[in-house]
């Protein structure tokens, strides 16, 4: 149905069919999967995030704050049930929460990555590499936060 509506993205997606991951993919609507949902709920099954990539959907991930069924906010720890749970790789989780993120609500080419022309948004981690981001969860690994080229906070 988002595709058909020209949506652009359709949320949760537990039971998305074969068929609607090919016309997500066809008309670059972007699966935006909420497994906090799951793992709170204990629905005992997850989005198919990585079939959704193999058919060439662009998956976001995102907390789906919300006191009935995802009392979190935490993005790394998404990333961390994204990647043990659905079995995304971090790169992967990375860019769902970047890029992808940016363009399910049509704003890719303003935010989400680091190009020249782009808002300087930033987190800057205090990791020694990126899959550390899903791979350590449960702790602040944030060292800096840059809004629009201004550190507005850091550790």
């Known amino acids: 149905m988002a595709a058909e ?3 652009a993205s359709a949320d949760h997606l537990l039971f998305v069919t074969d068929k609607g991951m090919e016309a997500m993919a066809e008309k670059g609507v972007v699966a935006t999967l909420l497994p906090g949902t799951a793992f709170f709920l204990f629905l005992g099954r997850y989005a198919p995030a990585c079939r959704m990539i193999e058919k060439g959907v662009k998956v ?5 704050f919300n006191p009935g ?10 990333t961390t049930i994204a990647c043990t749970q659905m079995r995304l790789t971090p790169a992967e989780a990375v860019l769902a ?7 399910a609500i049509r704003r890719e080419k303003e935010i989400g990555s680091l190009q020249p022309g782009k808002q300087a948004d930033l987190v800057i981690l205090d990791i020694p590499d990126y899959r550390h981001l899903s791979y350590h969860f ?8 840059i809004k629009k080229g201004k550190v507005v906070w850091e550790r």
């Open 5 to 7: 509506l020209g949506a």
């Open 60 to 64: 976001a991930l995102a907390s789906d």
């Open 69 to 78: 069924s995802c009392m979190t906010q935490s993005l790394p720890l998404i």
């Open 97 to 103: 929460i970047t890029i992808h993120a940016a363009r």
């Open 138 to 145: 449960g702790v602040n690994h944030v060292w800096k936060v």
